[in-house]
């Protein structure tokens, strides 16, 4: 293990004691602390901040930040989980509209591109801090008088269940690194440009029919992906040797809703606090 790589460790040692908020000493105290050059310290720090543990605030110090939530990719409800983690989930509707599903949604959704569908913006909440925007499209036939209040602080699974008879059985998504936008930044309360995860998802119901387009914007500061890595089985019961991603996560874990039904984030208490 390099000098580094082992300054690196004994302060996010240091780190994991302190509460969220908390700054850590000063560069120069660290270094004589922990026996090693300004350099070396500067440059665990650097890494400690890249990988979301640290927060440099410009002439204040250093500051121990929000862990993020893992994110296992499963297809589960996020208010109920956020629930059972004793963490209070929201929803703010920013617009709702219908439209005309053109090519590229009718597609996906499998619908004429002359369907209505209706879209919802908006965002998503875990104690009270905004963790993602989405944008959901949904065929307008499957939801008749479909509200913006319906969406305030409430399952979009449940109400498809509980109002129109659909129970959300199965789902595709993709995932991949971008930035935001202006508007992302503005509603996520996040500077142009932050890392971010984009999923697009679609779920379809027990009976097959596709219910719903879903495009995410996740914050890149808050939330890990997570998955258990299993061998891959051929015919004769012996292992391909390529993995498989399965679903996985622990309540709030060390780093880190999407919409209703997407992967949602599990977390874990760090060190003596919960996060």
Known sequence: MSKQEETRDRVLDLVESLEVGRPIPAERQLAVDLGVSRLTVRAALDELV???????????????????????????????????????????????????????????????????????????????QP??????????????GLTRQDFEDHSFYELLRERYSI???????????????????????????????????TTASESGRIVEFVRSIYRGDRYRLVADLVPQRSRNGRSAGAPRADASGSPRERRGDHHDGAPAPHSSNRGKNAR
């Open 50 to 128: 890249r990988d979301g543990y640290l927060d440099r605030r410009h002439g204040s110090g250093t500051y121990v930040t929000e862990p993020k939530i893992a994110q296992p990719l499963t297809l589960t409800s996020f208010s109920e989980d956020m629930r059972r983690r004793g963490m209070t989930p929201g929803s703010r509707t920013l617009e709702l509209t219908t439209t005309t599903a053109g090519a590229r949604l009718a597609h996906r959704l499998g619908v004429s591109p002359e369907a209505r569908l209706v879209r919802v913006k908006r965002l998503r909440l875990a104690d009270n």
């Open 131 to 144: 963790m993602a925007m989405e944008v959901l499209h949904v065929p307008e036939a499957l939801v008749p």
């Open 167 to 201: 129970t959300i059985a199965s789902g595709a998504q993709s995932i991949e690194p971008t930035v935001t936008s202006e508007e992302e930044s503005e509603v996520l309360n996040v500077p142009l440009h932050t890392p971010a995860f984009l999923f697009e998802r």
